[in-house]
């Protein structure tokens, strides 16, 4: 008896399995780029809570601000007085409320490095000064001197010339740092408990 030649169930089966394999390779790789874009989005929802506040200290004058940004998950900053800071020069402090602001978040370096790109694309006015292709100017020479010394000034004026670094006009600076706080008991004592916070520094030279 001869083989009965495959049926076309069979190989439509293997043509389902073929797109199914497909289809999981295709979402297998794509949730880096879903973790980027959900990633810079939540930032984003942060950095327009936070620049109306540097707007309103730029509006008082003042060059620098410090913000801290508390993680929703830490219980120390809603009930205590924070410590360890300068009276003179005291953080805006920004408790976050949402479900995903949790340290485990903002832990990661990406995240960081994306709140300070934000911040700055959002703050800065001006544009980082163009790279200076201007000619490094002949070496220093007395008239009528060859000497070594004639030489040795020559060179380093113009290692100077090239080399002298262009200051930013803004800085935003993203980084841990270990916060604390004071609370109160129903006794009357005091307590002083840790945390961890986001600092969120800008410098306006």
Known sequence: MADAPPSYQSAQGFEHREKEAESNSSHRFKIREEIGVYRSQHVTAVVATVVPLIRDRARGGLANSTLLLLPSDQESSRNGKLVGYSSEEPPVLVQLEGEHDTMEFWRQPEVLRT??????????????????DTPVPPRAMLPGKTSFFGRKLGEAFAISAAAAPL???????????????????EYGLYHTVDGQAVALTVEVS
């Open 115 to 132: 709140l300070q790109d934000q911040v700055l694309a959002a703050i800065s006015d001006t544009l980082p000064p163009p790279a200076d």
């Open 167 to 185: 200051k930013a006009p803004v800085a935003v600076r993203a980084d841990h740092h270990c916060v604390f706080f004071r609370t109160e008991n």
